[in-house]
Structures are given as C-alpha cells and as structure tokens.
C-alpha cells in the first residue's frame, strides 16, 4: 500500500540555524510534491509545490528538493525563527488531483 | 477574501444524532475536499468532488454522505453519529487538474465530539 513517512519525533532547532526536514514514501509514483504548515487549531497552509521533473524550488527562506530515484523528499527552513515553529505536513499528488497526506513533522525552533 | 469557510467551528453531538457539516468557498475552485484528522493518523479523505455535480469515495467514506449543492458549497452529513467518528474534520478546495502551483486552500477546521 501507499505510504509517507515523515519522522513522528518533534525536531528541535536553535533559532538561525537550518531546520531540514525529511518526507519518504512507498508504493508511490506522485507527479507533485507539495509541503504544508499547520499551527495548533488551524486547518494546513500550502508553502511549495515540486513537480516530479524538478530537483529543486525555492521561496524565501524555504528550498524543497525532490528525489523520485530515492522517493525522497526534503524541506529546508534556512535562518530559522521561533515563528517558524509548527508542525508540517509532506503530501503527494497524483495527476487526477487527489493528495495523500503524510503524518506531519513538529518543528520547534528555540530562541 | 474568506477563502474556505466552515460552520460550526465546535460541535456536540450524542451516538445516534445526525448533522451536516457546511463549506463554501469563493475562489471559483472546482474541486473540493473532506478531510478528517485523528491523533497519530494525520489527514484521511473522506469525499471528494472534482466539480460541481460529482462526488466520489475517498479512504475513509463509511458513515458519510456528502452534497456538493452548487460550485461554491459542498457539505458532509453524518447521519447516525458513533464515538468513532470524533474528530477535527477539515474542508479543502483546489484548482483541481495537474497546473495548479497553488495546493489546496484549507478551511479552519470543525471540531466534533461524539458521546
């Protein structure tokens, strides 16, 4: 069956170092890679999507890189800032739309 | 702009007692999502609707019902609530297709108890 792993323990950063952040899957050929924060109580925000034919995307401080050899994903929060802290969701996306949602990883980010 | 909005936020309900959970969006999407979101499970779809008129199964549909009313508004019925279906249930809309570089916009989440 299909599956993502993102790593279940919380990840803990000093503040202006770079958080890195891993998604791995199976049994999955996804044409798009997308990566999502969430804050306590509040529903998932889109941050960047990766298409498969695409090693690497950039926004501000964030760079994603797509391996579809290691079926490996990373997400990169370079300068981190306690803001920063929240729990991310890694989520791969067929052509026909539909996403399936990793486990999220916490990311507390230390002042 | 509001972006997807869910009602209710919170929500009691007894084993047995039906309620429809509401969703709207005003960004023209054409696909729109039901997600529920369990401790330890992360995020399940439900029902999906690609656009307006159609509906399908998602991995997680027994114990639902969805509508999809028009292109704006598409809401999920319980309609004999069980303990198992506690949960925060999430509503999302897409562009839909394989260009959007734009994900899915979430709404704020609706937060159900069932005792």
């Known amino acids: 069956s299909q599956k993502i792993e993102q790593n279940s323990e919380a990840l803990n950063i000093q503040e202006g170092k770079t958080a890195t952040l891993t998604c791995n899957y199976t049994?999955?050929?996804?044409?798009?890679l997308q990566w999502y924060r969430q804050d306590p109580g509040r529903g998932p925000v889109f941050l960047l999507l990766?298409?498969?034919?695409?090693k690497e995307k950039r926004k501000e401080r964030l760079k994603v890189t797509f391996d579809t050899t290691l079926k490996q994903s990373l997400f990169h929060i370079t300068a981190s800032q306690p803001a920063d802290s929240a729990t991310y969701l890694c989520a791969l996306q067929n052509r026909d739309d539909k996403i399936i949602f990793g486990k999220g990883t916490r990311l507390h980010i230390l002042p | 702009n509001a972006g997807v909005t869910q009602t209710p936020k919170f929500q009691v309900l007894k084993t047995g007692q039906s309620m429809t959970l509401q969703c709207a969006q005003d960004?023209?999407?054409?696909?729109m999502y039901w997600y529920r979101q369990d401790p330890g499970m992360g995020l399940r779809l439900i029902y999906y609707?690609?656009?307006?008129?159609?509906?399908d199964k998602g991995e997680v549909p027994n114990g639902y019902n969805v509508s999809r009313l028009n292109k704006r508004e598409f809401s999920l019925r319980l309609e004999s609530a069980a303990p198992s279906q506690t949960s925060v249930y999430f509503c999302?809309?897409?562009?839909?297709?394989?260009?959007?570089?734009?994900?899915?916009?979430f709404g704020s989440g609706t937060r159900l108890t069932v005792v």
């Open positions: 990766i298409r498969e034919n695409e």
């Open positions: 049994n999955y050929s996804p044409a798009y």
């Open positions: 960004m023209n999407h054409n696909s």
């Open positions: 609707s690609a656009s307006e008129g159609t509906t």
């Open positions: 999302a809309s897409s562009d839909g297709g394989a260009v959007t570089n734009y994900g899915y916009t």
